[in-house]
């Protein structure tokens, strides 16, 4: 995994690496950002950070894929894929985690049950 971007086909919104937010960012869609924000970020479906894309806040969602740094709690309802260069300052609740070498959590992680 050793890539700074993730080649997933996904609709949604695209955040550009000169980009910075600050605020909350809530969507039913999916988001991938290249850039930065600086509030939680909410969505129904897949996010993409991608390397040196950076989320000042938490994040919920239904998949994640992180190559970029989270400083806040991330809670995903399905699957979570690690890169190489991610980062999670906080915790990580997930159903499913594939974790490249080199990624790191900081607070712990939560594997929730499939089945539910």
Same mark, same amino acid.
């Given at each position: ?16 690496? @000169? ?9 039913? /869609? ?8 600086? &509030? ?6 897949? *996010?993409? *950070?991608? /390397?040196?894309? #950076?989320?000042? &806040?938490? #994040?919920?969602? @239904? ?10 709690? *991330?809670?995903? +309802? =399905?699957?979570? #894929?690690? $890169?190489?260069? +991610?980062?999670? /300052? ?6 499913? %985690?594939?974790?490249?070498? $080199? +990624? /790191?959590?900081? =607070?712990?992680?939560? %594997?929730?049950? +499939?089945?539910?």
């Amino acid at each position: 995994m050793d890539q700074d971007y993730f080649d997933i086909d996904y609709e949604g919104n695209l955040i550009l690496t @000169d980009a910075r937010i600050e605020g909350n960012l809530k969507s039913d /869609k999916s988001i991938c950002l290249n850039g930065m924000i600086q &509030g939680n970020v909410h969505s129904a479906k897949l *996010v993409i *950070v991608n /390397k040196n894309a #950076v989320i000042d &806040g938490d #994040v919920e969602c @239904d998949e994640l894929y992180l190559n970029g740094k989270i400083t806040g709690c *991330v809670c995903v +309802a =399905r699957k979570t #894929v690690m $890169g190489d260069s +991610a980062e999670i /300052k906080g915790g990580l609740c997930t159903t499913c %985690l594939e974790i490249a070498p $080199g +990624a /790191k959590i900081g =607070r712990g992680l939560k %594997l929730n049950n +499939a089945s539910k």
